[in-house]
T-cell receptor, first 117, second 115 residues
Framework: GAVVSQHPSRVICKSGTSVKIECRSLDFQATTMFWYRQFPKKSLMLMATSNEGSKATYEQGVEKDKFLINHASLTLSTLTVTSAHPEDSSFYIC?????????????FGPGTRLTVL | AQKVTQAQTEISVVEKEDVTLDCVYETRDTTYYLFWYKQPPSGELVFLIRRNSFDEQNEISGRYSWNFQKSTSSFNFTITASQVVDSAVYFCALNSGGSNYKLTFGKGTLLTVNP
């Protein structure tokens, strides 16, 4: 149980285009989903927390207009990187939690590797 | 403030050796939760264990075991008889109300198990 999928697994795009990444909880309902970014050989950096039906909460320094997050259902959250630039190239990972409480385990998706040319 | 320290950046062992990955945490909360995740080269973070602050019992799951000691604020992870498939980055993480219910990750330990 507790499977989270992400799509696409890899994406290469041209500078200036927008890219949408989907995160789905396949076998449980996720009230809360989290979006992380990971640079090579580094730990995970939380970008934002999304709760179903409400606006996402972004971490300090993360541009909300650039990284649009939508959590429209209990099983789906999307991250859209708008007007992508080469510096946005990174590994993006989502996680899902049933309620977002500290006691809840976050289950992670397989990640999406974004390369912006 | 929450903090998780994994002092070992990289560890290299030979197959069948036992290896312990260290994790030291800091928090002012009395109720908190500790986690270990494995990140193989494929990139996905695989959940290994969750432990709450009121349960100091050590846990064993196959070749994996965890030693939680509140007195030293440590939550160490031991792999017995390591295998090549254990090669991965291992992250220790902490969650509590003091972190606004966000996971605080350590920097990770890269474990390489050589045949």
């Amino acid at each position: 149980g507790a499977v989270v999928s992400q799509h696409p697994s890899r994406v290469i795009c041209k500078s200036g285009t927008s890219v949408k990444i989907e995160c789905r909880s396949l076998d449980f309902q996720a009230t809360t989903m989290f979006w992380y970014r990971q640079f090579p050989k580094k730990s995970l950096m939380l970008m934002a927390t999304s709760n179903e039906g409400s606006k996402a909460t972004y971490e300090q320094g993360v541009e909300k207009d650039k990284f649009l997050i939508n959590h429209a259902s209990l099983t789906l959250s999307t991250l859209t990187v708008t007007s992508a630039h080469p510096e946005d190239s990174s590994f993006y990972i989502c996680s899902a939690s049933t309620s977002g409480r500290a006691s809840d385990t976050q289950y992670f998706g397989p990640g999406t590797r974004l390369t912006v040319l | 403030a929450q903090k998780v320290t994994q002092a070992q950046t990289e560890i290299s062992v030979v197959e069948k050796e036992d290896v312990t990955l260290d994790c030291v945490y800091e928090t002012r909360d009395t109720t908190y939760y500790l986690f270990w995740y494995k990140q193989p080269p494929s990139g996905e973070l695989v959940f290994l264990i969750r432990r709450n602050s009121f349960d100091e019992q050590n846990e064993i799951s196959g070749r994996y075991s965890w030693n939680f000691q509140k007195s030293t604020s440590s939550f160490n992870f031991t792999i017995t008889a390591s295998q090549v498939v254990d090669s991965a980055v291992y992250f220790c993480a902490l969650n509590s109300g003091g972190s606004n219910y966000k996971l605080t990750f350590g920097k990770g330990t890269l474990l390489t198990v050589n045949p």
